[in-house]
């Protein structure tokens, strides 16, 4: 008995490993298409009306996240906890009316900043493909990181952090 379980935790695990590296090649593959360009945003106005200035002495996470979409469910949590430290700025793209979205995050709990990408204006200029897709500038407003799909918290703690240096 013991043997078996110890034989099915190798296997779980080497699955496991396998199936991050595929989906970290997935995600690179899919992210060498993203617009490049340095981040020219300098003021969004957010759902709750505020007004949204960028800290040009900080690095910055952009997400652009679905609220039908799965990935995105579960990898909110990890930019709501990351937007207690660093800037974030999140667009919710094609996920229904500003009061919608209020209502969703409300539901989770979620605290993070939030752009209505009603009509994807911000999705089309960034040439955002899947979600989520998270761009992660330093303080110069270079591009320092991009990923599409899924990102740990601990992943983007660290990408922010390397950014801030």
């Not at 009061?99 to 709990?109: A, C, D, F, R």
Request: glycine share 2%.
């Amino acid at each position: 008995m013991k043997s078996k379980l110890k034989h099915y935790t190798k296997e779980l695990l080497l699955f496991l490993f396998i199936m991050t590296i595929f989906a970290n090649i997935i995600s690179l593959y899919k992210s060498s298409d993203l617009n490049k360009n340095s981040l020219q945003l300098n003021q969004l106005t957010l759902i709750n009306n505020q007004i949204y200035s960028f800290n040009h002495e900080k690095p910055v996470l952009i997400h652009y996240w679905a609220t039908w979409c799965p990935t995105c469910k579960v990898e909110a949590a990890n930019i709501d906890f990351l937007s207690k430290y660093y800037d974030v700025v999140t667009f919710a793209v094609n996920s229904g009316t500003k009061t919608e979205i209020i209502e969703y995050l409300l539901e989770n709990n979620y605290s993070f900043n939030v752009v209505n990408d009603a009509n994807s204006s911000y999705s089309k200029e960034f040439e955002i493909a899947a979600f989520p897709t998270t761009f992660i500038y330093n303080k110069n407003r270079e591009l320092v990181f991009s990923e599409v799909g899924y990102t740990s918290t601990i992943g983007l703690f660290f990408r922010m952090w390397w950014a801030s240096l």
